[in-house]
């Protein structure tokens, strides 16, 4: 495909979108109709829509208007590339730019600038104050791609730079490599199959590195979802680690994944009441906020009331998960969003509440940019 064909492509997916379709969707649509786009093709447009749908706002004001050919207009200008040179009206490019589709002035408002709701706008400047411009802003961008090492990190570099990949290690994060070359063939490398990596973001194994944990402990990871926080417990040498989420299906990939990784991990759908840990984890649903760069959709598509909700579910989910907390014993509660109304303001929900004889052991919140996604953990102790 040319250059002009993929951003027709992107149009036509954006357009899909906007009319209500998951970008996901919208994009295997696309290419069920496009058995002629190679791998690279499939790629290149994947990229420009979601570039597109990470800026909504910016990107629509840069292009004029807010529909799949503006949006891919504007995104490209963003990027300073001349859509002209692609909007050609040859081949299965773009008909060629009409007057009223010429660059208009940059957007003055912050929300449209920062690619960003109005709405959420108060909310992000209270979780993070004069940090919020830095945080959003690195929001508008793709995200980097990080690894998690299970044993040397120079022994998985080594391995990974023999199929082309480069990595490079996080100062401050001593699990972590970041990507910086050929990060989309990670996941079918030797390295990956040989359990030397597994992908997680920095922030997450930071928040992982800071738990409590001396070896032996029977941890219960009571969100367990895919399973990204049991395996790396596992490889801190937790004693026991047991595996829950209310939606059992979930945890499907955690046993193949285990095995890759040479972890042990028990898959519990139905937890037995009187179950007691040493640290119970809760990664509770959230709105994704401090991750919203690699799935952009979620920060258009958030209301208040769904964020009521989530809130209201956090509380629930909390108070559910400190009934397996052994006396003495941690309660690590975390999201990946960046908003104090589902982290600070739960964990003093519950210590207003249940939690009131419990103590707060650490309270730490990692800020999206270029070191790792928006996350939060809190530690409770149990008396
Ligand atoms: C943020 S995700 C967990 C991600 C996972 N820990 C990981 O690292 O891959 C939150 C999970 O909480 C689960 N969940 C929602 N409500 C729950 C509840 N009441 N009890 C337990 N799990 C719940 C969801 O099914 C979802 O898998």
């Not at 919203?292 to 956090?314: G, I, M, V």
Request: with cysteine; proline share 7%.
């Amino acid at each position: 495909m040319t250059p002009g064909a993929r951003a027709a492509a992107a149009i036509s997916v954006l357009d899909d979108w906007l009319d209500g379709a998951p970008v996901e969707r919208a994009l295997l649509r696309w290419a069920r109709g496009a058995r002629y786009a190679g791998s690279g093709d499939r790629a290149a447009v994947r990229d420009l829509v979601y570039d597109a749908v990470r800026r909504r706002r910016s990107a629509a004001a840069a292009g004029g208007a807010l529909t799949g050919r503006g949006l891919v207009l504007g995104t490209l200008r963003l990027d300073g590339t001349d859509p002209a040179t692609l909007f050609t009206g040859q081949g299965h490019a773009p008909p060629p730019l009409d007057e009223g589709e010429r660059p208009g002035a940059a957007p003055a408002d912050r929300g449209t600038r920062l690619d960003w709701p109005d709405w959420l706008l108060p909310h992000a400047d209270a979780a993070l104050g004069a940090g919020a411009e830095a945080a959003l802003a690195a929001q508008r961008d793709r995200a980097p791609v990080f690894l998690r090492a299970l044993g040397d990190r120079g022994v998985a570099a080594e391995r990974l730079a023999e199929e082309g990949i480069s990595v490079s290690p996080l100062a401050d994060v001593a699990t972590a490599l970041e990507v910086t070359r050929n990060a989309r063939r990670v996941a079918a490398s030797a390295a990956f199959r040989e359990g030397l990596i597994d992908l997680q973001d920095a922030s997450s194994q930071a928040a992982i590195l800071s738990l409590p944990l001396a070896g032996g402990e029977t941890i219960l990871d009571y969100c367990a979802g895919g399973g990204g926080k049991s395996l790396a417990v596992a490889a801190r040498g937790a004693g026991r680690v047991v595996a829950h989420d209310a939606d059992p299906a979930r945890m499907a990939d955690i046993a193949p994944r285990a095995l890759r990784l040479g972890a042990e991990v028990e898959v519990v759908p139905d937890l037995p009441p009187g179950l007691l840990a040493d640290l119970v984890i809760v990664d509770a649903p959230c709105s994704g906020s401090g991750t919203w760069r690699r799935a952009p959709e979620a920060k258009w598509r958030l209301t208040p009331d769904r964020l009521a909700e989530l809130t209201a579910l956090q509380d629930d989910i909390l108070a559910e998960a400190a009934r397996h907390v052994r006396p003495g014993g941690i309660l690590a509660y975390m999201t990946c969003s960046i908003f104090r109304d589902e982290n600070e303001d739960r964990v003093n929900a519950a210590r207003a509440g249940w939690a009131a004889d419990w103590q707060s052991r650490l309270e730490r919140r990692w800020i999206p940019g270029p070191g790792g996604d928006g996350f939060y953990l809190a530690l409770l102790a149990r008396p």
